[in-house]
Each structure stands twice: as structure tokens, then as C-alpha cells.
């Protein structure tokens, strides 16, 4: 007769979809600028915002922490404030993923179903760039704000979907890579960075409709390294402020 052993039941998986649910939820938040670096993330307001339990929440504020996106406190977690090695860090290999996956976008020559969202996002740039110009501010602000930086993050994630590299889209889901990026404290979005960086993708997105692979590299290598340039002289201006130098 064969001996039977009680086995004790499985444990029931956890709800991932919630969890994911926060973190892609904070995770936005840092990228639009809702959440800035220093700002303070209550489990509470999450929860209620999400209509969730705090559990999930709990989950990915410990993953975002362990990535290095939050910084644990006794209070809960803030968002990480970098350091200028980490500006450094994140641009360059932002620029050496994004170059080499250009390339490859520009060498294949994108379909025109692939082509409309991107320039979807270009035109986008440019009647945000037009309404500021209109408005006599000096800067962005609040919902054009996240209209621009939500545009920009957009352009480039779908160019790096489009080279259709599976490992390089991991990496960069895995490290938040573009999301850390974006989420970099900046002074102003003035009307002068806003069309820079409207026109650096107008022309990136020609090159790669016309299939111009080093022209396509080169313009969006020269695109990074400015932005690097243009974050370094914030941080340093920050740090002159915070010091009273």
C-alpha cells in the first residue's frame, strides 16, 4: 500500500497586477515631474489614490528603493536625489544604448505606421513650443510642463522599442533607465530649451525616415551630450544656491 504524506497547500500567488500597477504609477509620477527629487511618498495617499491596498504599494516603494529610484527614511521613502557622478552615469549609457539603437532604427527604414506616433510626439513638441511662445511666460509650468517632458520621454522610449531589441529594452525596464533621466531635477524649461529640443527631434526623426543612419547617430548623440551639459550646469547652480557659494 503506498504511503501517503500530507503536503501543505501551495501559497496563494500575490496580486502582481497591483503591484505593478504602483509601481509603473510612481514611477510615471518621477518622470513628470509630479513627484521631484526630495518629495516625500506617503503609502496612504497611494493606496487611496489607487484605490488599492498598501501591501502592493509597500512592495514597490521596497523595489524603487533597492533600485536606487527612492531613499529609505523613517518616515517612508523620498525620491533620490543624484549626485552629479550619477547625472554623468545615466547619460552615458543613456547614449550608448540610444546611438547604437538609432542606427539600427535608421538602417531598417521605419515603416509609416511606426513613423505617425513619432511624429505624433515631434508635433506635439512643436504646439507646446508655439503655445509657450504665445503665453509670454518664461518658462513651463504645470500641465504644459508634463505635456513636454511626457512628449520627450515618449519620442525616445519609442525609438528604442522600434530597433526591437528584446535584452536592451529589459535592461532599460529593469534600470528605469530613461524614467531616471527624465525625473533630473532642472531649473527652467524655457522657451529657448523647449525648441532645442523640439528641433533636435524634428531632425533625428528625418534622418531616420530617410534612412540616414549616421546622420540620424550623430544628431542624437550631439542631442544627449548637450542635455548632459544642460543638467550638469543646473546641478551646479543648485549646488551654489543650497552652499551659499
Known amino acids: 500500500m503506498l504511503?501517503?504524506?500530507?503536503?501543505s497547500p501551495r501559497p496563494l500567488p500575490r496580486n502582481r497586477g497591483a503591484l505593478?500597477?504602483?509601481r509603473q504609477h510612481i514611477l510615471t509620477k518621477i518622470g513628470n515631474g509630479a513627484f521631484p527629487a526630495g518629495a516625500s511618498l506617503s503609502e496612504?495617499?497611494?493606496?487611496?489614490?489607487?484605490?488599492?491596498?498598501?501591501t502592493p504599494i509597500r512592495e514597490a516603494l521596497g523595489q524603487l528603493i533597492a533600485e536606487g529610484m527612492l531613499q529609505k527614511t523613517s518616515r517612508g521613502a523620498i525620491v533620490a536625489e543624484p549626485t552629479r557622478q550619477d547625472i554623468i552615469d545615466l547619460y552615458e549609457l543613456?547614449?550608448?544604448?540610444e546611438v547604437h539603437a538609432i542606427g539600427k532604427v535608421a538602417g531598417q527604414r521605419l515603416s509609416a505606421r511606426m513613423l505617425e506616433p513619432l511624429n505624433g510626439l515631434v508635433e506635439e513638441l512643436r504646439t507646446i513650443v508655439a503655445d509657450l511662445k504665445k503665453s509670454g511666460t518664461p518658462a513651463l509650468e504645470g500641465n504644459d510642463l508634463k505635456r513636454f517632458v511626457t512628449a520627450d520621454l515618449h519620442f525616445h522610449t519609442l525609438l528604442l522599442q522600434?530597433?526591437?531589441?528584446?535584452?536592451?529594452?529589459?535592461?532599460?525596464?529593469?534600470?528605469?533607465l530613461l524614467l531616471r533621466v527624465f525625473a533630473l531635477p532642472r531649473e527652467h524649461h524655457t522657451l529657448a530649451l523647449v525648441s532645442e529640443v523640439y528641433h533636435f527631434h524634428r531632425r533625428i526623426l528625418d534622418a531616420v525616415a530617410k534612412g540616414q543612419r549616421g546622420e540620424a547617430m550623430q544628431l542624437l548623440g550631439e542631442h544627449i551630450r548637450l542635455s548632459l551639459e544642460e543638467r550638469l550646469a543646473?546641478?551646479?547652480?543648485?549646488?551654489?544656491s543650497r552652499h551659499g557659494w
Open 3 to 7: 504511503k501517503t504524506t500530507s503536503r
Open 20 to 22: 505593478a500597477l504602483a
Open 44 to 54: 496612504i495617499a497611494l493606496a487611496t489614490e489607487l484605490g488599492i491596498s498598501r
Open 94 to 97: 543613456r547614449e550608448a544604448l
Open 162 to 176: 522600434a530597433a526591437g531589441n528584446q535584452r536592451m529594452l529589459k535592461i532599460l525596464d529593469s534600470t528605469s
Open 234 to 240: 543646473d546641478f551646479d547652480s543648485a549646488e551654489r
